[in-house]
């Protein structure tokens, strides 16, 4: 199971400390996001939705570990259950705004996502497929608020890329 | 960027033909997620959640095409404006229930995912990440109704196993 990158994310994001942790709290940060000519015509159709979901190889993530200690709280958890980017298979998933599209660079807003990360998918977001008003959001229902940081720091971050 | 898998998705879907496009035409559908042993660490409190994503490599999907004519749909579009698994990374992700967790074993519903597909990740699906009223939504908003197809054909299918 072999991943090719289809692009690059050209982000104001050049290290993990002061990277918002997610889209939801990143709505003042734009990126242009590259994809390789190659896959222009994929792109046909997409500008039609407001929203889109970023699939991406986190690069600079340190190698997994079972057990993390994530951004929103001050207890350690199992990875599965947070969103840190040190696991097993390093793949992230952004919802962000698609703004525009020329020619083969998407302009978003809404990311979280280092400079330089390679794209590996772009979906489109569909509120149909997507968008549940979940009840119970395990920990994060429960989280010690003094604790609930919205930015990241170097826990998680790796300055050495990750095999590409 | 290689990708091993944490586990395999035991589903009652065991052709494309038949299987519902997303999950949220499958809501009777449960499956077994079983998670490898050497993963177990990883999935303390994801109980707590009520929906989880679950990460997948569709390893029967067809090899890529740029231009795909999708299940909601009479007309042709770039494949990355449709959740259509025939792609680069064909990386597929579903908002499933979780019901329940025994040892490594998850217990799920709402699943539009084949029998013996590899699991490459879990997250949990929370609201304030990943529920969004998106407004546009695309060439779905102007969809031909009559064929607005919500079980999948083998259209994107095939009976050989894509490289693992």
Chains 1, 2 share one sequence.
């Not at 660079?105 to 977001?125: M, Q, S």
Request: some cysteine; aromatic content about 10%; hydrophobic content about 40%.
């Amino acid at each position: 199971m072999k991943l090719v990158p289809i692009g690059i994310i050209h982000s104001p994001c050049g290290t993990a400390a002061g990277t918002p942790v997610q889209p939801c709290f990143a709505s003042g940060i734009e990126a242009r996001v590259e994809v390789f000519p190659e896959y222009a015509e994929g792109l046909r159709d997409l500008e039609g939705f407001e929203r889109i979901w970023l699939l991406f190889w986190c690069h600079q993530a340190r190698a997994a570990q079972l057990s993390v200690v994530p951004y929103r709280d001050c207890h350690s958890h199992g990875v599965f259950a947070t969103r840190a980017p040190s696991r097993p298979n390093p793949v992230g998933m952004s919802a962000v705004k698609l703004l525009g599209i020329r020619d083969t660079v998407l302009h978003v807003a809404g990311v979280d996502i280092l400079n330089g990360t390679p794209l590996l998918d772009i979906k489109p977001y569909v509120s149909e497929y997507d968008s549940y008003a979940a009840q119970r959001n395990g920990w994060l229902d429960n989280s010690d608020a003094r604790r609930n940081i919205h930015i990241a720091d170097e826990r998680f971050f790796d300055p050495v890329k990750r095999e590409p």
